[in-house]
């Protein structure tokens, strides 16, 4: 079984920063894609905020292009989420997933079971 743990959300006042990490334990074979999805308030579905393969390439959303960051440490199964120039808009939960391959090269998106971030005004 595999875990993904987060940490890192919290209540922060709009223009400042929040770094959130995720970490995956277990039994991993390998892991591809890592990422993170966010839900606002009110919002039915999740929006991708930002992935990473393996290898380092990445993509944004655009409300995440030049605030946020993210990075991953392969040796520790972790994903980074540098949040900067925080708005009352990014206020939601992330979710962190990462694409679990298998011994038999089937992929599995594990998720993590969210934090709360708040930007206040």
């Known amino acids: 079984q595999v875990q993904l743990v987060e940490s890192g959300g919290g209540l922060v006042q709009a223009g400042g920063s929040l770094r959130l990490s995720c970490a995956a334990s277990g039994t991993i074979f390998s892991i591809n894609g890592m990422g993170w999805y966010r839900q606002a308030p009110g919002k039915q579905r999740r929006e991708l905020v930002a992935?990473?393969?393996?290898?380092?390439?990445?993509i944004y959303a655009d409300s995440a292009k030049g605030r946020f960051t993210i990075s991953r440490d392969n040796a520790k199964n972790t994903v980074y989420l540098q949040m900067n120039s925080l708005k009352s808009e990014d206020t939601a939960v992330y979710y962190c997933y990462a694409d679990l391959v298998s011994r038999n090269y089937r992929v599995f998106r594990n998720w993590g079971q969210g934090t709360q971030v708040t930007v206040s005004e």
């Open positions: 992935d990473i393969t393996s290898g380092g390439s990445t």
